[in-house]
RNA sequence: GCUCCCUUCGUCUAGCGGUCAGGACGCCGCCCUCUCAAGGCGGAAACACGAGUUCGAUUCUCGUAGGGAGCGCCA
């Protein structure tokens, strides 16, 4: 039999990082084996599922390219069959109808409570000779009485728990929907799911789910629970962590490729191999090694990542995503050098792609004015000459490359007898207006001559005016 | 309260009875250097605690402490 995993949120919000790791472990769970990988949307809850959630999900699974082969499947369409389902229950015991009222149920939730003992539903309702009147009944599985469950979880080991603790839990509310417990068991079993491979939130409800398969005659599939993601802080990950969803790390200018790679390292790993491209992942990862503990999300150690994919990864593939960025930031990519050779140029200077559209306006647009710090530091009388010498130097090379820019302006600091820097910080804040920027040939080039030229010139006439106003 | 689960540097982890407890991020120092980075080299930094088992425990067992999850007509 071939293995089938699937991952299935519910559309309540955005894809997580949480969820993110979970559908990446049951992408490359199938993949490895060749099996087939499900998307199911768990919108049974009709009041906090959304259409937007819907798409924002689609939309993470998409960026980060974790193409499922099957779905997205709604549950909310499989009503019949669920409906079909419960009635069969019903029809022999499996289930019954429970007409207990709230206020019945919460007294005896606070009374077991009180006592010091789990709540329970106490079965008042399973062997009612005559329904009430006028009650729109819940529908309860009927669980076993005796014995334990017991099941091999895939990353967590053999876990047991005695019947004696569950109880019979309701699958259908009054309105005749399904609740949670019930239909994963019913999808999972109709979709021929091998491997549930899930948040570990879920391990309290897997006795339970496991006596439904039983009752429904059918072999419960594996289980893996995997643990947790916390915050830098160790806390629970909550919105004030910042990003949290998947798309946010998008336009904080992250690449798939780095959180795919950061996020696979969270809870496994691979000897003392840090960097893993998906097709390595898909080679090498085994839900079975994956750790037990919650693991801490590290900020820095994805920026570490995401540097070093923008400074291997092809400029092509990199330049492809910080499109989006120039676009964000309404620069025109158009209107300066290639995006691969400015990715080529600042990959190495940032941490992230909206840092590096950021760093990079100035080789798109005009350059306005100099900062007035670096101004008063670098653009003095001193670097009148120097920057005069190169201008007319400049002016005369035909091959505009870092290779050419760099031997022109290292001869002319030869000649002049000056250091590198005596000439390529006043040429630093002519040309970006800060004392900042990638080594001079290659700020050189990314200018432009002919822009490189006319900065050159607006220092020089900021030099000159200096000079007026404060005759020496 | 009850049930289940977890515990190696600050963080992510390696370890599967005998290791100077390894790697990575971050941090610190040095080198390189036209700025900022990147890079190179080096450094500080961990087995939660207590009993067993054993010639020997980070590793096996049991407790303790700490942490998490669940106990819904939410998923």
Known sequence: MTLRTRFAPSPTGFLHVGGARTALFCYLEARHSGGTFVLRIEDTDRERSTEASVQAILDGMQWLGLDWDEGPIYQTQRFDRYAEVIEEMLADGRAYHCYCS???????????????????????????KEAPEGIAPVVRFRNPDEGEVSFDDRVRGTI????????????????????????????????????VIRG??????????????????AEPPRFAHVPMILGDDGARLSKRHGAVGVMQYRDDGYLPEALLNYLVRLGWSHGDQEVFSLAEMVELFRIDDVNRKASAFNTSKLDWLNEHYMKSLPPERVAQELAWHFK??????????????????????????????????????????????????????VAQAPLQALAERLDGLEDW???????????????????????????????????VSPSIDKTLWLVGKEQSLQRIGMALAFIAERIAENPA
């Open 200 to 217: 570990d939130d879920h391990i309290n409800n897997t006795p339970r789910q496991i006596n439904i398969y039983r009752a429904l005659g």
């Open 160 to 195: 047991s728990i005695s019947n004696a603790e569950l109880d019979d839990l309701v699958i259908a509310r009054p309105d005749g929907t399904p609740t949670y417990n019930f239909t994963v068991v019913v999808d999972d079993m109709d979709m021929n799911i091998s491997d």
């Open 328 to 381: 964000d930031q309404g620069i025109n990519a158009a209107e300066g050098p290639a995006l691969e050779d400015l990715v080529a140029v600042q990959a190495d200077r940032v941490s992230t792609l909206k840092q590096m559209a950021e760093q990079s306006r100035v080789f798109y647009q005009p350059l306005e004015q100099f900062d007035a710090d670096a101004a008063k530091k670098h653009l003095r009388p």
């Open 102 to 128: 709230r206020e019945r149920l919460d007294k005896l939730r606070e009374d077991a409570m009180a006592a010091g003992l789990k709540p329970r539903y106490d079965g008042h309702c399973r062997d009612l």
């Open 401 to 435: 490359q870092p290779e050419a820019l760099d031997g022109a302006i290292r001869s002319l600091a030869e000649e002049m007898e000056l250091g590198m820097g005596k000439i390529a910080q006043p040429l630093r804040v002519a040309l970006t207006g800060t004392a």
